[in-house]
């Protein structure tokens, strides 16, 4: 099939038009996946309200960390007073046993913390690997042979371990969530490291980069006018699940009480203090964990669907039999995947 | 044999200097903080004159790489502590002194590593047999409801946190239906059946989120497989599908699945830290958080290095194992 041309339909007819750009191209095999859509509208939700959560808290007329003592039943060991673990008008989705702080502004406070943690960490794993990719690519045997080295360690290194100890070693004076981002970012560069090297060895070889080097332009200037483009898909891809991945361990430092600190709400945070309480407020337990579930999986299906943006090939070589059908129809813009 | 004995002096070669790597990295950035490492090291109710000693036993009026030099031979040849009264020998693989717990970090590890090893190894036979069996079946069952269903059910386990599955199993399994009591680390020798029971639910939850990882990739890897010329022609000669995907494509998936199964090690033992909270076991991981919660530097510092000999170590024995299922890996 041409690459060059992809139909597109434009007021009910298929009309055959030269290809779109990268990013178009991008959004109409995203467009056509149904589940990634699915999971892209969650995603976008969630965003929303992790952005959105000072402006909820105060129409609901709460906020995270207030504490509320004449709700709590003290007498029966500090479980909410009202029925349903508290939920009303005033309390949306009840309130926390034995301090009474609000469940719903601190799970969507908690919405800040782990997404604004993930993708920022994300962030940092792009930019450590990209440049050490690209440096181990693009540098003599010497530079290669010992970035590559360090890469190796860091990609043997157990991201939960190796942060845990680093929490123990900063002043708890250090923000927690710009810490819980750096460790968690500054550990596991090392596979898009990998990525990028072995991509930028490739494109090294072709004719408009090798171009570019004898015409003795800078390693900076070749990386970002020649290199950059090449390298997008496949670090986007990369970098797709390793946003999921960051969710989770985000919550886990925090389950175990040495990430995100009180007051400062967190869904992983949220989970170690709602286990005994399951019986009288059960929602204090599902709540977080639905949301860390529904986050995780929504992410996961969007970083599938990116892939399959990305590499529709790859992806439809594992589809065999209706495989060729798909993948047709993922690159005509149609949104006929509906088998 | 030239080629494959050539490989395996590359590769231990190749794993000492990881090793040794590591140990530099963990040293260098857990001993060269800013701030009073010896202070730290000793606690917070130290008084100055413990806190004297305990600097003069760590040597920070040396350099950092005497000092570094200093830790290895500890943990190579072994090293004597005086203690103000008396000497305390600390044999070989001295990790040093935990001056909190007041006790030698390496046989505070060695007491816990037999829970922790219990958690991992059964889990990782439950999550081989889970994972891979799913993965089969459903690329067995291929554009039918039941790969749908084990699809659906995959992608739920690699979304859910293992903590969240743990916290669920134990209160629907141990609380609310009593089917087991709970988990309370009993000794393999001690009782070898209570020592299963116990660490049943431990090792399910574990078990259930790395399944999920093996099963997507034995899911591919066989599909990738399956389209491969060679076995076209297997079932062109009449060879019976259920030989086709028993024999042949899970062939395939053997070699991804082992090299799978190394690279996640770090991952579950992640996995079993989280576990082992949860459910109380007694092992390293739980020993972990302890001493992170109270800052015992030798404590983290020794699990760390522990920890981290491990997982290079599985990674070094995937390679192996990856070159003798695969030879193609010796050549290049």
């Given at each position: 099939m041409?690459?060059?041309?992809?139909?597109?339909?434009?007021?009910?007819t298929?009309v055959?038009?030269?290809?779109?750009?990268g990013?178009?191209q991008?959004?109409r095999?995203?467009?056509?996946?149904?589940?990634?859509l699915?999971?892209?509208v969650v995603v976008?939700l969630?965003?929303?309200?992790a952005?959105?959560?000072?402006?909820?808290?105060a129409?609901e007329g709460?906020d995270?960390?207030?504490?509320?003592?004449a709700?709590?039943?003290?007498a029966?060991?500090g479980?909410?007073?009202?029925p349903?673990?508290?939920i009303g008008?005033?309390?949306?989705?009840g309130?926390?046993?034995q301090?009474?702080?609000d469940l719903f502004?601190?799970l969507a406070?908690?919405?800040r913390?782990?997404?604004?943690?993930?993708l920022?960490?994300t962030?940092v794993?792009?930019?450590f690997?990209v440049?050490l990719?690209?440096?181990a690519?693009?540098g003599n045997?010497?530079?290669?042979e010992?970035?590559s080295r360090?890469t190796?360690?860091?990609?043997?290194?157990?991201?939960?371990i190796?942060?845990l100890a680093?929490?123990a070693?900063v002043?708890?004076?250090?923000?927690?969530?710009v810490?819980?981002?750096?460790v968690i970012?500054l550990?596991?560069?090392g596979n898009?490291?990998k990525?990028?090297?072995?991509?930028?060895?490739?494109?090294?070889?072709?004719?408009?980069v090798?171009?570019?080097r004898?015409?003795?332009?800078?390693?900076?200037?070749?990386a970002r006018?020649?290199?950059v483009p090449?390298?997008?898909a496949?670090?986007l891809t990369?970098a797709?699940?390793?946003?999921?991945?960051n969710?989770?361990?985000?919550?886990?430092?925090s389950?175990?009480?040495?990430?995100?600190?009180?007051?400062?709400?967190?869904w992983?945070?949220?989970?170690?203090?709602?286990d005994?309480?399951?019986?009288?407020?059960?929602q204090?337990?599902?709540l977080p964990?639905?949301?860390?579930?529904?986050?995780?999986?929504?992410l996961?299906?969007?970083g599938?669907?990116v892939?399959t943006?990305?590499d529709?090939?790859?992806a439809?070589r594992?589809?065999v039999?209706?495989g060729?059908?798909?993948?047709t129809?993922a690159?005509t813009?149609?949104?006929?995947d509906?088998? | 044999?030239?080629?494959?004995?050539g490989?395996?002096?590359?590769r231990?070669?190749?794993?000492?200097?990881?090793?040794?790597?590591?140990s530099?990295?963990v040293?260098v950035v857990?001993y060269?903080t800013?701030?009073?490492v010896?202070?730290?090291?000793?606690?917070?109710?130290?008084?100055?004159?413990?806190v004297?000693?305990?600097?003069?036993?760590?040597r920070l009026?040396?350099?950092?790489?005497?000092?570094y030099g200093?830790?290895l031979?500890g943990?190579l040849?072994?090293?004597?502590y005086?203690?103000?009264?008396?000497?305390?020998h600390?044999?070989a693989?001295?990790?040093?002194?935990s001056y909190?717990?007041d006790q030698q970090?390496t046989r505070?590890?060695?007491?816990k590593?037999?829970?922790?090893?219990s958690?991992?190894?059964?889990?990782?036979?439950?999550?081989?047999?889970?994972?891979v069996?799913?993965?089969?079946?459903?690329a067995?069952?291929r554009?039918?409801?039941?790969?749908?269903?084990?699809?659906?059910?995959?992608l739920?386990?690699t979304?859910?946190?293992?903590?969240?599955?743990?916290l669920?199993?134990?209160?629907v399994v141990?609380g609310e239906?009593?089917?087991?009591?709970?988990?309370?680390?009993?000794?393999?020798?001690?009782?070898?059946?209570?020592?299963?029971?116990?660490?049943l639910?431990?090792?399910?939850?574990?078990?259930?989120?790395?399944?999920?990882?093996?099963?997507?990739?034995t899911?591919s890897?066989?599909?990738?497989t399956l389209?491969?010329?060679?076995?076209r022609?297997?079932?062109?000669?009449?060879?019976?599908?259920?030989?086709?995907?028993?024999?042949?494509a899970?062939?395939?998936?053997?070699a991804?699945?082992?090299?799978?199964?190394a690279n996640?090690f770090?991952?579950?033992?992640?996995?079993a830290?989280?576990t082992?909270?949860?459910?109380?076991?007694p092992g390293?991981g739980?020993e972990?958080?302890?001493?992170?919660?109270v800052?015992?530097?030798?404590v983290?510092?020794?699990?760390?290095l522990v920890?981290?000999f491990?997982?290079v170590l599985?990674n070094a024995?995937?390679?192996?194992?990856?070159a003798?299922?695969?030879?193609?890996?010796?050549?290049?």
């Open positions: 041409s690459e060059a041309l992809v139909a597109s339909r434009t007021a009910g298929d055959f038009v030269p290809a779109a750009s990013g178009l991008f959004w095999r995203l467009r056509t996946q149904r589940a990634a699915g999971a892209a976008a969630l965003v929303l309200v952005l959105a959560a000072p402006l909820l808290t129409i709460q995270p960390t207030s504490y509320h003592p709700l709590i039943d003290s029966r060991g479980v909410p007073t009202g349903l673990g508290g008008p005033d309390h949306w989705l309130i926390e046993p301090t009474g702080r502004a601190r406070y908690g919405a913390v782990s997404l604004g943690v993930a920022a960490a962030v794993q792009i930019a690997g440049v990719g690209i440096a690519g693009l045997r010497w530079v290669d010992l970035l360090i190796d360690i860091f990609v043997a290194m157990p991201l939960m190796m942060s680093l929490l070693i002043p708890p004076a250090f923000p927690r969530p810490l819980v981002t750096l970012g550990i596991s560069w898009i490291a990525v990028v090297r072995a991509r930028t060895l490739t494109l090294k070889e072709l004719d408009h090798a171009a570019a004898l015409s003795g332009w800078g390693a900076w200037r070749i006018r020649e290199l090449g390298l997008a496949p670090v990369y797709a699940l390793l946003v999921p991945q969710v989770t361990v985000e919550a886990a430092l389950f175990l009480g040495v990430g995100v600190k009180p007051p400062t709400p967190s992983g945070q949220m989970l170690t203090a709602a005994v309480w399951y019986q009288a407020a059960p204090y337990l599902l964990a639905g949301a860390l579930f529904v986050t995780v999986l929504a996961t299906v969007l599938d669907g892939r943006a990305l529709p090939r790859a439809s594992l589809r039999g209706t060729r059908r798909r993948e129809k690159d813009g149609s949104r006929g509906s088998v | 044999m030239t080629g494959f004995g490989f395996l002096a590359r231990a070669i190749g794993t000492l200097l990881t090793l040794f790597a590591l530099v990295i040293y857990f060269a800013p701030g009073d010896a202070q730290i090291t000793c606690g917070p109710r130290c008084s100055p004159a413990q004297h000693q305990v600097a003069a036993q760590l009026d040396d350099p950092l790489y005497v000092r200093h830790f031979q943990l040849a072994g090293q004597d005086s203690t103000g009264t008396s000497v305390e600390c044999p693989p001295c990790l040093g002194l909190q717990s970090v505070l590890i060695l007491a590593l037999p829970v922790s090893l958690l991992v190894f059964g889990a990782m036979v439950l999550w081989l047999v889970l994972g069996g799913t993965g089969v079946l459903s067995w069952r554009g039918r409801l039941s790969e749908r269903v084990l699809t659906a059910l995959t739920a386990g979304a859910t946190p293992v903590f969240v599955i743990g669920i199993l134990l209160i141990c239906l009593r089917l087991l009591p709970f988990p309370q680390y009993v000794n393999l020798t001690d009782d070898p059946e209570q020592w299963a029971w116990n660490l639910l431990p090792w399910v939850s574990l078990a259930l989120i790395e399944a999920a990882a093996f099963a997507r990739l899911r890897s066989m599909l990738e389209a491969e010329d060679h076995i022609t297997f079932r062109a000669y009449g060879v019976g599908e259920r030989s086709v995907i028993g024999r042949h899970l062939r395939g998936a053997f991804p699945v082992i090299a799978l199964n996640n770090g991952s579950a033992v992640g996995g830290v989280l082992e909270t949860l459910f109380g076991l390293v739980q972990l958080v302890h001493a992170v919660n800052v015992d530097l030798p983290v510092v020794g699990m760390v920890i981290g491990f997982v599985a024995v995937a390679d192996v194992l990856y003798v299922a695969d030879r193609r890996v010796v050549l290049s």
